[in-house]
C-alpha cells in the first residue's frame, strides 16, 4: 500500500505532499539566519533535529493527507535550520588546512543519505509499509540529535556574544596548540570589526545586488536542470519507462548511488579545471541524457534493452549535475558575495534554492499529465542547453582567486563574468 491507495489522493494533491517540504525549507533557511545568530549554531541544530524527529514521526502515523503535508511542512523547518546552520558551523569549527575539505563531506553525507534513503524504501516496499518508509527517518533524526548534543558551541559565536573566555577554551580543545588558538581568536577578533549589514548593503549598493542576484540565479540554474524532478519522483519516471514496482525502487536506489558516487568527481576537479568548464560539460551531460529520454519516450519504449538504454541515459544525467551543477552551484554562491553582506547574499541563495525546489515538485505531474512524458523531459533538456549560454555570459571563473579579490573586482563595477580575473 502507498499514500495515494490509502487516501485516494490526485497527482496535484501529491505534488502538494510532495512540495511542502520544500516550502517548510524555505521558511526554515530564512528562520536559520536568526535563530544561529541569537540562539547560536549548536541550538539551532539542536532545535532542527528536534522538529527532524517530530516531523518523521508525524509522517509516518499521518491519518489525512493534510497531515501528511503538514508533517512535511514541519520536516522542511527543520531541513531549512539544518542546511544553512550546519555548514556554517562546520565552516567555524574546522581547522583552516581541511575546512574545505569538510564542508565538500557535508555535500557528499547529503548524497549517501539520500541513498541510504533509497534502500531503505526499497526493502520496506515488498511489504508496502509506506507508513515505516516515512516514519523510519526518525532514527537518524534522533541519532543527529545526540550527536549535536555532544558538540561545543562555535567559538566564533561565543566571541560574537562576547564570551571570550568560553571561545578560548572551545578553541583550546578543537586545536590543542595555545599558539594556534590564540592566533585564530585574535582572527576571528579582527573579522568581527566588519560587521554584517547585508540589507542596508543590498539597499545602497548597486553592484552588491548584482552579485545578490547573481546567486539567486545560480540556484535557479541549479534547481531548473530537473534533478530533483529524478529524485523525488525516480518510481514514476522508471514507471513510465515500463518496469514493475520492484525494478523501480531498485533503479531509484541506482540513482542515489550514482549520485553519490559521481559527487567524488567534482570533489578532484573543481580546482583542477575550474568551476565554468566543469559547469559547461556538466549542462551539456544533463541536456544529452534528458534529450535521449525524451526522444526514447517519445518513439515508445518496446524492447528490454530500449529500457536499459534509458535508464542508463537518465544515470548519465545524474552523472552530469552531480559532478557540476550540484556541488559548484553551492561553492560559487559563497565565492561571490563581499563579506559586509555574505550572510545576507547566501542567504538570499538558499531561500531561492528551496522556492525552485518546491516549484520544480510542485509542477512535474502537471507537466507529464499536460505536455507528457517526452515533452516534459524536452523541457528540461532545453533548460540545460540555455544554462550553457548563461554560465558563458554571467558566471564567473573563480578558481584560484582570492575572495578579496573577487569583492574588489565586483564593487569596482567589472562585468560579473570578469570578477574572478
Same mark, same amino acid.
Given at each position: ?127 508496502? $509499509? ?103 519522483? $525516480? ?86 549535475? $552531480? ?99
Amino acid at each position: 500500500m502507498n499514500p495515494p491507495a490509502e487516501f485516494k489522493v490526485s497527482d496535484h494533491v501529491i505534488e502538494w505532499i510532495v512540495s511542502s517540504m520544500m516550502f517548510g525549507a524555505a521558511v526554515g533557511a530564512v528562520a536559520a539566519s536568526w535563530l544561529s545568530a541569537t540562539l547560536g549554531r549548536k541550538r539551532s541544530l539542536i532545535l532542527g533535529a528536534v522538529l527532524f524527529v517530530l516531523g518523521s514521526l508525524l509522517c509516518g502515523l499521518a491519518w489525512s493527507p493534510e497531515t501528511l503535508i503538514a508533517a512535511r511542512l514541519v520536516l522542511g523547518l527543520a531541513i531549512g535550520v539544518a542546511t544553512f546552520t550546519a555548514p556554517l558551523y562546520l565552516a567555524e569549527v574546522a581547522p583552516e588546512h581541511i575546512r574545505g575539505a569538510m564542508i565538500s563531506t557535508y555535500q557528499l553525507m547529503i548524497t549517501i543519505g539520500i541513498l541510504v534513503a533509497f534502500l531503505s524504501d526499497t526493502a520496506l516496499s515488498y511489504t508496502g $509499509a509506506w507508513r515505516w518508509m516515512l516514519g523510519v527517518i526518525a532514527i537518524p533524526g534522533a541519532l543527529f540529535l545526540l550527536g549535536v548534543l555532544a558538540l561545543p558551541d562555535s567559538p566564533r559565536w561565543l566571541m560574537m556574544r562576547g564570551r571570550r573566555d568560553e571561545a578560548i577554551d572551545v578553541l583550546q580543545r578543537l586545536r590543542g596548540d595555545p599558539a594556534i588558538v590564540e592566533r585564530e581568536a585574535a582572527d576571528i577578533e579582527e573579522q568581527l570589526k566588519t560587521p554584517q549589514r547585508g540589507w542596508h548593503l543590498f539597499l545602497e549598493n548597486r553592484n552588491f545586488r548584482r552579485s545578490v542576484g547573481l546567486g539567486v540565479l545560480l540556484q535557479l540554474m541549479q534547481q531548473f536542470t530537473g534533478m530533483n524532478v529524478v529524485m523525488y519522483y $525516480a518510481p514514476r519516471i522508471f514507471q513510465a519507462m515500463g518496469y514493475d514496482t520492484a525494478a523501480q525502487m531498485w533503479f531509484t536506489a541506482l540513482v542515489g548511488l550514482t549520485n553519490v558516487l559521481a559527487t567524488f568527481i567534482a570533489i578532484a576537479l573543481i580546482d583542477r579545471w575550474g568551476r565554468k568548464p566543469i559547469l559547461y560539460t556538466g549542462f551539456a551531460v544533463m541536456a544529452t541524457g534528458l534529450g535521449v529520454v525524451g526522444a526514447m519516450m517519445n518513439g515508445g519504449i518496446a524492447t528490454h534493452a530500449g529500457q536499459l538504454f534509458t535508464v542508463a541515459m537518465l544515470l548519465m544525467f545524474i552523472i552530469g549535475f $552531480a559532478m557540476s551543477a550540484g556541488p559548484l552551484v553551492w561553492t560559487l554562491c559563497s565565492e561571490i558575495q563581499p563579506l559586509k553582506g555574505r550572510d545576507f547574499g547566501i542567504g538570499c541563495s538558499t531561500f531561492t534554492n528551496w522556492i525552485a525546489n518546491m516549484i520544480v515538485g510542485a509542477t512535474f505531474l502537471t507537466l507529464l499529465n499536460g505536455i507528457g512524458n517526452a515533452h516534459t523531459f524536452w523541457l528540461y533538456a532545453a533548460l540545460n542547453l540555455v544554462f550553457i549560454g548563461l554560465t558563458f555570459w554571467l558566471i564567473p571563473e573563480t578558481k584560484g582567486v582570492t575572495l578579496e579579490q573577487i569583492e574588489r573586482n565586483l564593487m569596482h563595477g567589472r562585468r560579473l563574468r570578469e570578477i574572478g580575473r
